[in-house]
């Protein structure tokens, strides 16, 4: 039996931590672990294999076609860890998420808006994992909602809680932006999801922290939380926000709340509702009382959700950009290229104006000819960035940063003709029969070496599928002709356009 203590400790959504050191904004510094040896285990070895027994015995749903995102609960593992891991067991980790959103409720700190952490990256007991922190900032940026206060991440326990999870799902290429909730409002929660809502394009992944009733007794926590989940199945955020209205005036005894991260909820269900392909379904539901440390007096509910698109294509399938969007992409890195190349600066773009596919992370290549000649072309496969800051540092590299040209001088501007590849993610690949030159760009990896072909590079060459992978290889991988064959090799698909 544990410690009353430690109990308390894990089922309480409100708790007394030790001083914590916060790091003064700008500075960077890691976020490191506030719960572990608390909410869960401190040693690695420990916490694998508590992971490992939840996992083995998760609930699994039907064979989902694309998991946009899962909401489960943040207490103590020994209380709703098989919850959480029967929501995270429904992920695809095939399904190549560039990053995982995970967003919880503020427990410590009040404040209007959101806390982005763009310190550093995250600790667990298990690792490091990488925040992208392009991400962060392109939201600080965007709307004065989102902050980048360490305080409110620093002993948060809601987003703490789920990384484990996912390290154990994705390993070390897990890529993350922890957001923590401070609003108390829905026109908050859905100016907020307006801002979200372009990454939530089938290449994010979304982990949604919240507990559901907090100290009715067992029998009332069963029915309340039944109630509550039916509100957020509907994928309606006024269904949501009637409901936790209706359940506060219902007078259940000792009923402190009936979904701790409400604001979390409803900010995703804003996502996601107005978008009649995406579906929710309740996977599994426990309380405190289920477990053999708890108490069924006072209880603590769990409910793991997951939402997925029906009839979703691939995500790198399904990306597009409309003429107005190329012709506002090609407009950015024009301007960009002059003023880098006359004042030496990058000029600020305001994102409010721009379409929302442009604030998407995609890779891109930008490709500068002179008088038909290439003059520079330098890209970028796995942003940490927006499309259209990848595109102005790209434009920047391309002009000043490919080692085969002198940079770009201010009396050449006038010639210089520019092209943009939009890429697709990477796709690995079994063989080079799997490789189309007429529609992939090809890139071979071996060992620490790499280069790549723009899909359109077979058009304007006239190369053979072999002749392409042997350049390739020997003079952009530096692997040799024949270095293709034992190296890991990788297609993508581009949309191209030009001035």
């Known amino acids: 039996m544990l410690p009353r203590l430690l109990q308390i400790a894990l089922t309480l959504p409100l708790l007394i931590l030790p001083f914590h050191v916060v790091p003064e904004q700008g500075q960077h510094s890691d976020r490191e672990p506030a719960v572990a040896g608390t909410f869960y285990p401190s040693d690695p070895s420990e916490l694998r294999s508590m992971l490992d027994g939840f996992f083995a015995n998760a609930v699994r749903s039907r064979n989902l076609k694309h998991v946009v995102g899962i909401i489960v609960p943040h207490a103590g593992y020994v209380f709703s860890g098989q919850v959480d891991a029967s929501g995270f067991r429904q992920i695809d980790t095939a399904a190549g998420y560039e990053n995982v959103f995970v967003i919880g409720p503020s427990h410590y700190v009040g404040f209007t808006g959101a806390a982005v952490y763009t310190a550093g990256d995250y600790r667990t007991p298990l690792g490091s994992v990488h925040v992208n922190q392009g991400i962060g900032r392109a939201l600080l940026k965007e709307s004065h909602l989102f902050t980048d206060r360490t305080d409110a991440q620093a002993r948060e326990h809601s987003v703490e809680v789920e990384i484990p999870f996912l390290q154990h799902l994705f390993g070390p290429r897990l890529s993350i932006v922890p957001i923590v909730m401070g609003s108390d409002s829905p026109q908050e929660c859905e100016a907020i999801a307006r801002v979200l809502r372009p990454y939530n394009n089938g290449r994010n992944l979304f982990v949604i922290s919240s507990d559901f009733s907090h100290y009715p007794n067992y029998a009332d926590a069963v029915r309340v939380d039944s109630i509550t989940a039916s509100a957020i199945l509907s994928n309606s955020p006024s269904t949501l926000a009637q409901t936790l209205e209706r359940n506060d005036a219902r007078g259940i005894p000792n009923l ?75 407009a950015i890195a024009r301007e960009t290229l002059e003023r880098n190349i006359r004042e030496g600066d990058i000029p600020s773009i305001d994102p409010l104006t721009l379409p929302a596919s442009l604030k998407v992370s995609c890779g891109a290549f930008v490709t500068l000819n002179k008088n038909g000649r290439l003059r520079g072309c330098i890209g970028r496969f796995n942003p940490e960035q927006p499309l259209y800051v990848v595109v102005q540092e790209m434009t920047v590299a391309a002009a000043t940063q490919d080692y085969r040209f002198p940079p770009v001088s201010r009396s050449e501007l006038g010639d210089i003709h520019m092209e943009i590849s939009v890429l697709t993610p990477l796709r690995k690949i079994s063989s080079a029969d799997e490789f189309d030159p007429s529609k992939h760009g090809i890139y071979i990896r071996k060992g620490s070496r790499s280069g790549t072909f723009l899909p359109q590079v077979a058009k304007e060459t006239g190369w053979t599928k072999e002749q392409l992978l042997g350049h390739c290889a020997e003079e952009k991988a530096g692997i040799g002709w024949d270095g293709w064959r034992d190296a890991d090799l990788y297609v993508y698909e581009a949309i191209v356009f030009g001035e």
């Open 256 to 330: 402190a709340t009936s979904l701790c991260g409400w604001s979390a909820v409803l900010t995703f269900l804003s996502m996601t509702s107005d978008d009649p392909a995406i579906h929710l379904e309740k996977i599994q539901y426990k309380n405190s009382g289920d477990s053999p440390f708890g108490e069924r007096d006072r209880v603590v509910g769990y409910c793991a959700i997951v939402a997925h698109k029906e009839g979703d294509d691939p995500p790198e399938q399904g990306f597009q950009l409309a003429p107005e969007a190329k012709h506002a992409l090609l």
